[in-house]
């Protein structure tokens, strides 16, 4: 195994390592009205581990998709190992080596693990029958070499995720890719499947292979990096030496945009209604939710959000900040703990009797969940609440104009007409649109989730004051926001999520960008509360 | 439009998005129709005959007199309800296939309750009573692959169509084994709830098989209208159609809203099984559904879900239907059926391409 890297990896790294394995020049892609890339460019030496991170949708996903032949680039230029590319096809790039191992698995499940391997390119007796017993050679022999253990004989249906990831790897490899892309390879891991990955993802470069990490989890970028290439909002903001630089700047760079309430302007404490009783507001306690490959997303979490306070939660995407609102919304099931609003307990509850509790809740993505996109303003401005709006089953049209106009006008919603249909507007002011829904109405408890994700600098700062007004007038307020600085501009109190567990709950007055860095990536743990 | 154009709103709300919408709903079938007319042409072309004689024939025997007029709406009647039942179910995004089988059980329903009535009951007491029984058998039929969809995750189109196997057996055993007039395959004629013809009020439809059913089809679209579109059932409906996701984060159960698509659907179905037992031949014939439930999928899909476009085209393949036998000293009739084979494909390919084309068009304008 370690008797020395094969011949042909010298044959790329000697004479070629000037040269980069991957070269990407001001790649544009636009979907639509959507531009996914707008110039983004990445730059991969040979035998390098080079992280590509970016938030969801900065468009890490379709640059590698263009790198790999699914799609290509409306302008820019693709090379690989120097030679120009641009716009070739999945054939094209397996035969030079480009092996992509996607997020989500492409595996036959009832054939075995050797079998999957060879799909496409089988070894065959006499050039008819399958050669089964030279595939299962092939593989184990490969499997041996790379530390991707794995018996070729199993199916792949009874294999874990953990597993079933080395057979992507092991199928890309199989297949000759000297650069392999990883999108997202830990999403479905657990701890020790990852410490595992990262042993086998360094003895690939050792062996002169090249690889590209695309993640959002800071942590990993940090411990298995050689060079990271943060991309943000399509466009590819820089690019570092991993020893050069800090945790802090990276998210820093990731998820910095320039908003007007900028850290360093503080919410100041309001005057609580002294009428409390002692159970008003959200109350969570041991919260377990457990993820679609039975990981615990959640895992106990406890807190609380008296009225007239915002709790933030800080946190890298994925860290189960989306399962925990949902389930707090009635739109997931927990494996346990319990929920309370104002005293009365939800846990069991629909989501409409939530609503009929005092929650309210801006969902993290409008598209599918908080708007009706076909449907008009009006029409969405009482999804939720619609058995307010009729009478008998039928739905009052005039009380649903007089809603809408009533809302347009105070959350200045544009354009003001309320038959459009919700498609046609803006993100801010689709956002808007929802922001008036949840808010509009009466509440005790809000569930305000990536509130301005998507949103221009006016929006944000609409919705900022929305939120503090909110606040003003005695609502408890759950934040979470993939914005340190709108964690830290609007929180009373800030709580940092990081596997599942709240690493740290502190006052809003002892955190900063630096400190919430360390409990957001891992390398500090807290007071779990 | 901009922002300072829309700001005298309220009381100058723009129509523009309403006038863009109702391009789009009928531009694509309209494509669609010229793109069957082109095959058509060919078609006749192929068997040595003009087109435009051959089309002539067509309307005569068809729109051109009133006898042939009858008969289209006769046909347009239960192609109305199965469409319409279609569509309600796809506006829940649930694709029903069992139409065929729902309309079967609702006819024999109807006919076992025409049946069961005693002899010189009234209609207005006899018609409603046998569509309550049509529409409970096509419900208990649709409500099915509701249950299992719900229940089970099985995916209702595979339900309805094993469904219509296994609903339409059951009525022949029924009608074969022990509820038939000796020598023939239907019941004996009911006693109760035969509908007035056409003809009974305008005597130049005589021989025609319209009925009184065809005004019950027209208020069951506009109740299916009413409930799409002004009550909070239907507000739930759509919702779940278009994006569950956001149905459900919305309250609404969307498991409830499957299940009472799927059921009324098949509720639609069956009330259509009065065209042929009520109004035409007044008792339940095996077969007589003869495939009125399968093209209730395309009239469903060329009326682009909408009660009224689904009358429309209920109307159209009507036509093509009635017209086929009209043209069948030319051409043989099944030449409609390919021809309405043509209708289906080109509405299907050409909707979301001339939108396409549609909105690139308006964009360039707007730009």
């Not at chain 1, 092996?99 to 492409?106: A, K, S, W």
């Not at chain 2, 199965?82 to 024999?108: C, H, K, P, Y």
């Not at chain 2, 074969?176 to 007035?196: D, K, N, Q, R």
Request: glycine content about 10%.
């Amino acid at each position: 195994m370690s008797s020395g890297p094969p011949s042909t990896s010298q044959a790329v790294r000697g004479p070629t390592s000037a040269v980069p394995a991957i070269r990407m020049v001001d790649i544009e892609k636009s979907f639509g009205a959507i531009m996914a890339n707008r110039g983004a460019s990445l730059e991969v030496m040979p035998g390098e581990i080079h992280a590509l991170v970016g938030e969801n949708g900065a468009g890490k996903s379709t640059l590698m998709r263009i790198l790999g032949g699914l799609m290509k680039p409306d302008t820019g230029r693709v090379e690989v190992n120097g030679r120009d590319v641009t716009g070739w096809s999945t054939n094209d790039a397996i035969a030079s080596g480009i092996g992509i191992v996607h997020q989500h698995f492409m595996l036959v499940p009832t054939l075995s693990v050797a079998e999957n391997l060879v799909l496409g390119c089988e070894p065959k007796t006499q050039g008819v029958v399958l050669d089964y017993k030279r595939a299962a050679d092939d593989v184990r022999k490969l499997s041996n070499e790379t530390g991707l253990v794995i018996e070729p004989e199993r199916l792949v249906s009874d294999l874990s995720v953990g597993e079933a990831q080395r057979v992507e790897i092991l199928k890309v490899l199989f297949r000759g890719a000297r650069i392999l892309v990883l999108d997202e390879p830990t999403a479905v891991l657990s701890p020790p499947e990852v410490r595992e990955l990262w042993a086998v993802l360094r003895r690939l470069r050792d062996k002169g292979d090249t690889i590209v990490l695309i993640t959002h989890r800071l942590d990993e970028v940090v411990q298995l990096s050689d060079t990271i290439t943060v991309m943000r909002a399509g466009q590819t903001v820089a690019r570092i030496k991993t020893s050069e630089t800090t945790p802090a700047e990276i998210a820093r760079l990731m998820v910095g945009r320039e908003v007007s309430l900028s850290a360093g302007k503080r919410v100041q404490p309001v005057a609580r209604p002294s009428d409390l009783r002692p159970d008003q507001g959200l109350d969570v306690r041991n919260l377990g939710i457990t993820g679609s490959h039975g990981v615990r997303v959640v895992d106990g979490v406890t807190f609380k959000v008296s009225p007239g306070e915002i709790l933030g939660i800080a946190g890298v995407e994925g860290n189960g900040q989306t399962e925990l609102i949902e389930a707090l919304a009635g739109l997931r099931t927990v494996a346990g703990g319990e929920m309370l609003i104002d005293g009365v307990e939800i846990t069991r509850r629909s989501v409409a009797q939530r609503h009929d509790a005092g929650l309210s809740h801006i969902p993290e993505d409008r598209h599918r969940r908080g708007l009706i996109l076909e449907y008009t303003i009006a029409n969405n401005l009482i999804l939720g609440v619609q058995k307010y709006f009729s009478k008998n089953g039928i739905i009052d049209r005039a009380r649903v104009m007089e809603n809408a106009l009533e809302e347009i006008a105070s959350f200045d919603i544009r354009p003001p007409n309320p038959l459009l249909v919700a498609r046609v507007l803006s993100g801010g002011n689709q956002q808007k649109v929802v922001v008036a829904r949840e808010m509009g109405r009466s509440f005790s408890v809000l569930l305000a989730s990536q509130p301005t994700r998507g949103v221009d600098v006016g929006a944000i700062e609409f919705i900022h004051q929305q939120l503090l007004d909110a606040r003003a007038q005695g609502k408890a307020i759950l934040l979470v926001s993939a914005e340190l600085n709108e964690v830290l501009a609007l929180s009373d109190r800030i709580a940092v999520m990081y596997r599942g567990k709240f690493a740290v709950v502190m006052p809003a007055a002892e955190a900063s960008e630096e400190v919430l860095g360390e409990y957001m990536i891992g390398t500090k743990k807290g007071n779990a509360a | 439009m901009t922002a300072s154009s829309a700001a005298v709103a309220p009381k100058t709300i723009s129509s523009a998005p309403w006038r863009e919408r109702a391009e789009e709903a009928l531009i694509p079938p309209l494509v669609a129709l010229l793109v069957a007319l082109i095959c058509g042409d060919l078609l006749i072309l192929s068997y040595g005959q003009s087109p435009a004689t051959v089309y002539r024939l067509l309307l005569e025997g068809t729109w051109g007199n009133a006898y042939g007029f009858g008969q289209v709406l006769y046909k347009a009647t239960t192609l109305a309800f199965t469409g319409l039942a279609v569509s309600f179910g796809l506006r829940a995004g649930l694709f029903n296939i069992g139409a065929e089988s729902q309309l079967a059980a609702g006819g024999f329903a109807a006919a076992l309750t025409g049946l069961a009535l005693p002899m010189g009951t009234p209609l207005i007491l006899a018609l409603p009573v046998c569509m309550i029984a049509a529409g409970l058998a096509g419900g208990a039929v649709g409500s099915v692959p509701a249950y299992l969809k719900t229940r089970f995750g099985a995916h209702e189109v595979i339900v309805t169509i094993m469904l219509n196997f296994i609903v339409l057996a059951l009525l022949n055993w029924f009608i074969a084994g022990h509820l038939h007039v000796p020598e023939t395959l239907h019941t004996p004629e009911i006693h109760a709830g035969v509908l007035p013809r056409l003809a009974d009020i305008d005597s130049r439809f005589h021989g025609s098989a319209a009925n009184l059913a065809l005004i019950v089809a027209a208020l069951v679209a506009v109740a299916v209208w009413f409930y799409l579109f002004r009550s909070r059932g239907g507000y739930d409906l759509r919702a779940v159609g278009l994006q569950p996701q956001a149905a459900e984060y919305g309250g609404i159960s969307v498991g409830r809203v499957w299940m009472r698509a799927l059921t009324f659907s098949g509720v639609i179905a069956g009330m259509g099984g009065i065209n042929y037992v009520l109004g035409y031949k007044h008792y339940y014939e095996d077969g007589f559904a003869s495939g009125a439930g399968f093209l209730g999928i395309a009239v469903a899909l060329v009326g682009r879900n909408h009660p009224f476009g689904v009358l429309i085209a209920a109307f159209f393949f009507a036509t093509l239907s009635q017209g086929g036998l009209a043209i069948h000293a030319f051409v043989p009739k099944q030449m409609m059926d390919v021809l309405q084979g043509v209708v289906i494909l080109a509405v299907a390919m050409a909707v979301p391409e001339v939108r396409r084309v549609l909105r690139g068009a308006r964009r360039r304008v707007d730009a």
